[in-house]
């Protein structure tokens, strides 16, 4: 069992239809049919949503996906219509609000990979391929791949592990047609920002996209390279054969399987909550991840 350990209740803003809770966003529908898109300060870690949230996470996602749709826009189109507050919604929502396209989404989680490591490490260990495709002998933890690879998945619900998949099971549920388009997008965007980051002495490990269709056009969705989303290591600490430093919720994932928060993963138990100095950790990596990337001192 896992999911939430208290499903929080969702905010009624008048105009606004509220259609889903994810693990830290919520999604509304407005009158005129676009989605109304609120990151949450939430965090999440091994498929339970945790009962402490970390201060500013939310607005740190929206800003850096906003700043990375810029970033990319000559690459790929973005579901992005206005980051204006709806009528009515709470002062809170401010910085951490989209409005967005309402898409046709691909029921597929669109995974680059350029560094070995977390599930794909896994599957290595075992056969020496990853989602089917073989690797050379002898990578370790945190090896550059000779080359990105696209290793998607299909997507879970809460609570439930994304199962990577093969890109042949892929091009069965979706079609040709829209798998090889998301294989080439995928792997177009990842270049594409891991020579940003690389330039800003940030290894982008790996990163899952979500794409969907509007019309005939594949178009970027939900959030894009952020801590949440993807694996971003500090370049000058880069030591295949052990597990990275990053930038993203690793205090929470070490805290939570370490001896002083007494929790036992294998159990039906929830996490408990997280320690202040491990929240402040937390959102002091997030904030560090925003700074170097686009430069701008978060405010």
Not at 38 to 44: E, I, L, P, Q
Not at 166 to 190: D, I, K, N, P
Not at 223 to 244: C, Y
């Amino acid at each position: 069992m896992s999911g939430f350990v208290e499903k929080p209740e969702p905010i009624q803003v008048p105009g606004l239809v509220h259609l889903h809770t994810g693990k830290v966003r919520e999604l509304y529908q407005n009158e005129a049919g676009d989605l109304v898109m609120v990151a949450s300060d939430r965090t999440s870690a091994f498929d339970w949503v945790l009962p402490t949230e970390i201060p500013d996470k939310g607005r740190v996602l929206t800003q850096l996906s906003l700043w990375w749709f810029d970033q990319l826009a000559d690459l790929v189109p973005n579901h992005v219509l206005s980051t204006e507050l709806p009528e009515g919604a709470p002062a809170d929502w401010a910085g951490r609000t989209l409005v967005c396209k309402s898409l046709r989404m691909v029921p597929v989680e669109a995974v680059a990979r350029g560094y070995l490591t977390g599930s794909g490490l896994a599957e290595y260990r075992e056969s020496r391929t990853v989602c089917g495709l073989a690797l050379p002998e002898g990578l370790v933890d945190g090896s550059e791949l000779p080359a990105p690879i696209f290793t998607p998945a299909t997507k879970a619900a809460v609570g439930e592990h994304d199962e990577n998949v093969s890109y042949e099971e892929v091009a069965r549920q979706v079609g040709a047609e829209t798998a090889a388009q998301l294989r080439q997008t995928t792997l177009a965007v990842y270049s594409r920002a891991r020579s940003i980051a690389r330039d800003r002495g940030i290894i982008l490990a790996d990163t899952k996209f979500e794409f969907g269709y509007e019309g005939d056009t594949l178009v970027l969705a939900d959030e894009v390279l952020t801590p949440d989303s993807s694996r971003f290591w500090p370049a000058d600490q880069w030591e295949p054969g052990r597990a990275q430093p990053s930038f993203d919720k690793q205090f929470v994932r070490d805290w939570l399987t370490s001896a002083e928060s007494g929790w036992d993963r294998a159990s039906e138990q929830p996490p408990p909550p997280l320690p202040e100095e491990i929240v402040e950790a937390t959102r002091a990596k997030y904030v560090e991840a925003y700074e170097r990337l686009t430069g701008t001192r978060w405010a």
